[in-house]
């Protein structure tokens, strides 16, 4: 089992910068590739970005791309999304999720055993 918790959601005006936590136990935290995902109210959980065990491979959602970025810790078992330029159709729930040893960072959602609890993002215009 991988247990996920989330941080640094909060409100900010558009344009600002957050940054969330993902903070990792249970298992080996570099045996998992990483994602972020978000769902705002009455829409579908989406894909925002992931990263591979090593942090060598990243991708991201082409709506965040260039705006946000991806990092991880494997020494403090922490994921972290830097979120920058912030808009207000980001406002959503933040999930972290966590795919033992895949190919390639997974987009697909259901692809992902592990979730956080997630945590509460809200841009306001």
């Known amino acids: 089992q991988v247990q996920l918790v989330e941080s640094g959601g909060g409100l900010v005006q558009a344009g600002g910068s957050l940054r969330l936590s993902c903070a990792a136990s249970g298992r080996t935290f570099s045996n998992y590739a990483m994602g972020w995902f978000r769902q705002a109210i009455g829409e579908e959980r989406e894909y925002v970005s992931s990263i591979s065990e090593m942090g060598g491979t990243t991708l991201y959602a082409d709506s965040v791309e260039g705006r946000f970025t991806i990092s991880r810790d494997n020494a403090k078992n922490t994921l972290y999304l830097q979120m920058n330029s912030l808009k207000p159709d980001d406002t959503a729930v933040y999930y972290c999720?966590?795919?033992?040893?895949?190919?390639?960072?997974?987009?697909?959602?259901?692809?992902?055993?592990?979730w956080g609890q997630g945590t509460q993002v809200t841009v306001s215009s």
């Open positions: 999720a966590a795919k033992h040893r895949p190919l390639r960072p997974p987009t697909d959602l259901n692809a992902y055993a592990y």
